[in-house]
Nanobody, 125 residues
Framework: EVQLVESGGGLVQAGGSQRLSCAAS????????IGWFRQAPGQEREGVSC????????YYADSVKGRFTISSDNAKNTVYLQMNSLKPEDTAVYYC??????????????????WGQGTQVTVSS
């Protein structure tokens, strides 16, 4: 059974940092791309970032470029999202997602077969 378990969410002040973790199980980690989506209240889901566990290729949404960094620890089957210089508009539920291979459109929801339950990130002003 495929499982994606997010952790690391919580409350942080604007300008601060937070690191999210996604622990994956139930599939061959090295063959998958793992990413993050987020959804703020009343808004559509946004593809934030993605990393290919096979070759380390990454994707970032324009809204987070230069502030967020995605990384992968293949030995631990875990992907991290380091979020720096957080803004109130980063407040959202963050979802870990996974798909085999490398998605051609990493910002699209339909590319991903598996979703975690989500973790809330709240950035106070």
């Amino acid at each position: 059974e495929v499982q994606l378990v997010e952790s690391g969410g919580g409350l942080v002040q604007a300008g601060g940092s937070q690191r999210l973790s996604c622990a994956a199980s139930g599939f061959t980690f090295d063959d998958y791309a793992i990413g993050w989506f987020r959804q703020a209240p009343g808004q559509e889901r946004e593809g934030v970032s993605c990393i290919s566990s096979r070759d380390g290729a990454t994707y970032y949404a324009d809204s987070v470029k230069g502030r967020f960094t995605i990384s992968s620890d293949n030995a631990k089957n875990t992907v991290y999202l380091q979020m720096n210089s957080l803004k109130p508009e980063d407040t959202a539920v963050y979802y870990c997602v996974a798909t085999s291979g490398r998605p051609s459109r990493p910002e699209r929801e339909y590319e991903y077969d598996y979703w975690g339950q989500g973790t809330q990130v709240t950035v106070s002003s």
